[in-house]
T-cell receptor
Framework: AQSVTQLGSHVSVSEGALVLLRCNYS??????LFWYVQYPNQGLQLLLK??????LVKGINGFEAEFKKSETSFHLTKPSAHMSDAAEYFC?????????????FGTGTLLAVQP | DSGVTQTPKHLITATGQRVTLRCSPR?????VYWYQQSLDQGLQFLIQ???????AKGNILERFSAQQFPDLHSELNLSSLELGDSALYFC??????????????FGPGTRLTVL
């Protein structure tokens, strides 16, 4: 079975500082990985996805993630945090096989941005 | 706006009752997924439909059922409700429903409160 682990349920950064949210995956097959963001009282919005085309994936709002097979990681980064980035971030893996591609989510990381 | 709509936005009901949550997928999407988000369980996959047929089941209780209609909208029925069923229920849709590269687009969710 595939799974993802997000290290750090809460991360706090200052405005303008680097954002680093960690995600490690477990999969016996090449994984398809996703990062979603959830703003308060809203649904999940796709930030970016890894589909094996390129190891460095650029997403919306200045976020990017690098797939590292040797480290089984897919960490999310942004060079300079903005107040509007405060939200909860979820890493997910698509559990393929059979006729489904259901998402298996990590426990989420709540990002706080301090002025 | 993802293009996925869910109604109602909020639902407050009593234990033992039955409720129906409705989801309309994005135009052109054939697959619908239901996920439950709660504080203790996190984001969990419940069930997936593709073009009217059940495709995959996750941790869905026997008291819960779902269906996808010919116009592709889906309903999630929750019966004999318990306090622990209080959660945010998300619907997502995608084009194919089986490829790992397929992106799932999420609706805004229905917040269910069982008193």
């Amino acid at each position: 079975a595939q799974s993802v682990t997000q290290l750090g349920s809460h991360v706090s950064v200052s405005e303008g500082a680097l954002v680093l949210l960690r995600c490690n995956y477990s999969s016996s097959v090449p994984p398809y990985l996703f990062w979603y963001v959830q703003y308060p009282n809203q649904g999940l919005q796709l930030l970016l996805k890894y589909t094996s085309a390129a190891t460095l994936v650029k997403g919306i709002n200045g976020f990017e993630a690098e797939f590292k097979k040797s480290e089984t990681s897919f960490h999310l980064t942004k060079p300079s945090a903005h107040m509007s980035d405060a939200a909860e971030y979820f890493c997910a893996v698509s559990e393929t096989g059979g006729a489904t591609n259901k998402l298996i989510f990590g426990t989420g990381t709540l990002l706080a941005v301090q002025p | 706006d993802s293009g996925v709509t869910q109604t109602p936005k909020h639902l407050i009901t009593a234990t033992g009752q039955r409720v129906t949550l409705r989801c309309s997928p994005r135009s052109g999407d054939l697959s619908v997924y239901w996920y439950q988000q709660s504080l203790d369980q996190g984001l969990q996959f419940l069930i997936q439909y593709y073009n009217g047929e059940e495709r995959a089941k996750g941790n869905i209780l026997e008291r819960f059922s779902a269906q996808q209609f010919p116009d592709l909208h889906s309903e999630l029925n929750l019966s004999s409700l318990e306090l622990g069923d209080s959660a945010l229920y998300f619907c997502a849709s995608s084009v194919e429903g089986w490829a790992g590269t397929d992106t799932q687009y999420f609706g805004p969710g229905t917040r269910l409160t069982v008193l």
